[in-house]
């Protein structure tokens, strides 16, 4: 296990707090023929609570199960490092390496692994991170530039009017504009400020509130689709559904194994689904990618992250606001440097 502290380019803001720089954990798992899995832990305090200290523990203590060998059937090795700690960002990095373990294994790529016809390309958003208006729309700008459909906005955090009106004069008609509020909003807040932005003709709002009751009250008072995030790792979110469409990260469900159970869950009870990323490294963002070969996200992921950090070497570029992963087996070639 190895930790990586990658700086970002700029802070990221959101309602949740300001990241500068973030920490992420690499591991690597060896099987008896000498092939190599890579796999990577990213836990975003501020974002999810879970905390790179208990995810460096759990991590410890699945030492003890995948030591002896990681030969077996990697549904055991994942269950028999779950019942030593469930914790889902410390999962997904042993699920990533298996993955990748047995993609290496048998020389092919992860989205054939998982049964998918073709490799993906998946339909990507921009971020805009700033919150003032001339810098947000100078980003969407860009985005709209290099070929981006979907740009996602922050809301919650200052001007929220502004900054839209900014983003949409700069981005055009065409552009699909989603927010989000990072559960920021209370629920009269959230109907409220989404009666008065939904003007600017926005394709969705992610968490307006937290938790599935509040959210559950404010979709059906808003003209603006409704998407829980956050929310969507709360206890009963998939026992009906209470909003438009739900986003799943590769590192709060515990890697691709969890991503698709958790797709299937959503689904069954009609909710709309699409993939991101807790500014994950490429690993966790190449995981994203195989997965969504099999889930078919209706809506742009929140996968074109990578682009926020700074001096690191350029891996899975967004073209034309799409993405594929890297070719190679398992989660893809040349993704591991990025980390040194
Ligand atoms: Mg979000």
Not at 110 to 136: F, I, M, Q, Y
Not at 176 to 191: C, K, L, P, Y
Not at 252 to 270: E, M, Y
Request: hydrophobic share 50%; net charge negative; with cysteine.
């Amino acid at each position: 296990m190895q930790s990586v502290r990658a700086r970002l380019s700029a802070p990221f803001a959101a309602a949740w707090g300001t990241v500068d720089e973030r920490e992420l954990l690499l591991v690597s798992l060896e099987d008896s023929e000498g092939n190599v899995g890579f796999g990577e832990a990213a836990p975003l305090p501020a974002y999810d609570g879970a905390g790179v200290e208990d995810v460096r523990e759990a991590l410890e203590r699945y030492r003890g199960v995948l030591a002896p060998a990681v030969d077996g059937a990697r549904a055991d090795l994942l269950a028999a490092c779950a019942a030593e700690s469930g914790l889902a960002e410390s999962l997904a990095a042993i699920d990533l390496a298996l993955w990748d373990l047995e993609g290496r294994r048998r020389r092919q790529p992860l989205w054939k692994l998982l049964g998918a016809p073709a490799a993906p390309e998946v339909v990507v958003n921009a971020t805009v991170s700033a919150e003032e208006p001339t810098e947000a729309a100078a980003q969407v700008g860009s985005a709209r530039a290099a070929g981006f459909a979907c740009a996602k906005v922050k809301v919650a955090v200052g001007d929220d009017a502004a900054r839209l009106a900014a983003v949409r004069a700069t981005g055009g008609d065409e552009m699909a504009i989603r927010v989000d509020a990072n559960g920021g909003w209370s629920v009269e807040q959230a109907v409220e400020a989404l009666g008065t932005l939904q003007r600017f003709g926005l394709e969705l709002c992610e968490e307006p509130v937290h938790g599935v009751e509040a959210v559950a009250r404010v979709a059906p008072c808003s003209a603006v689709s409704i998407a829980v995030d956050e929310t969507a790792g709360a206890p009963g979110v998939f026992e009906r559904r209470v909003c438009d469409a739900v986003c799943l990260k590769v590192a709060r469900c515990g890697g691709v194994s969890g991503v698709l159970a958790a797709a299937a869950a959503a689904r069954s009870v009609g909710y709309r689904v699409y993939l991101a990323s807790t500014l994950d490294g490429p690993l966790g963002i190449a995981a994203a990618l195989h997965a969504a070969a099999l889930v078919a996200p209706e809506l742009p992921c929140g996968l074109a992250t990578l682009g926020a950090f700074a001096d690191r070497p350029e891996v899975l570029v967004p073209r034309s606001g799409r993405m594929s992963p890297a070719p190679g087996p398992g989660l893809g070639d040349a993704l591991v440097r990025w980390y040194h």
